[in-house]
């Protein structure tokens, strides 16, 4: 979580762009998460102690904004921005989440698994947030409450996200797509009541 000035300020933007590149150097350099200390970081973007903590309020929120820039940019490029809910982009959906747990796998350790809630619990909000956009801009012919919605976002953000991650954990000998499928079907049962996803 940011914790000066207006996110939208470029001055904190690139701050935190040359903090989160830092942090990307060392990860690449030292291969465990968690052996990266604060000053690391901060000697590696060039900047004091201070900052970084007038921009995260410690490593573990750097790792969950890393976590998060990074599956928001898996999303953009396969997702478009103007897609909306249907059968085609949940099966996309479904396959970056898969596709990224696997991918990120590839970076923790057993070292690093103290980090794991912290990119789960990320990645599972930007599912939820995804997922609630799309059911409130899904046409329908009955209005449904705003609590419907979200609980409905909360439960498909988690059906997704839940086997994605178990899967990620095992050997993976259930391909991605495969897995996918089956979880669309699932995920497509449960939106019946809002949306037609044919």
């Known amino acids: 979580m940011s914790r000066v000035g207006s996110s939208s300020d470029p001055r904190v933007q690139r701050t935190r762009q040359l ?6 150097i060392l990860v690449q350099e030292k291969k465990h998460i968690h052996s990266i200390s604060v000053q690391e970081i ?4 060039r900047v004091n102690r201070a900052t970084f903590y007038a921009h995260f309020e410690d490593k573990y929120a750097l790792v969950e904004s890393w976590m998060r820039e990074k599956f928001q940019r898996s999303l953009a490029r396969q997702i478009p921005a103007s897609s909306i809910l249907q059968r085609e982009t949940l099966h996309q959906l479904i396959l970056v989440v898969f596709n990224f747990l696997a991918f990120m796998r590839q970076y923790m350790k057993p070292s690093d698994q103290q980090f794991e809630p912290l990119y789960e619990i990320a990645l599972q909000h930007e599912l939820y947030t995804l997922l609630l956009r799309w059911l409130k801009q899904a046409p329908s012919e009955l209005p449904f409450p705003e609590e419907t919605l979200e609980s409905t976002a909360q439960v498909i953000s988690w ?12 050997n993976q000998t259930i391909l991605a797509e495969e897995m996918a499928q089956r979880v669309l079907r699932v995920v497509i049962a449960g939106l019946s009541p809002f949306i037609a996803v044919t």
């Not at 901060?42 to 973007?45: I, M, N, P, S």
């Not at 996200?161 to 990620?168: N, R």
């Open 159 to 170: 059906a997704i996200f839940g086997p994605a991650a178990q899967w990620s954990r095992g």
């Open 42 to 45: 901060a000697t590696q973007a």
């Open 19 to 24: 903090l989160l590149q830092a942090f990307i």
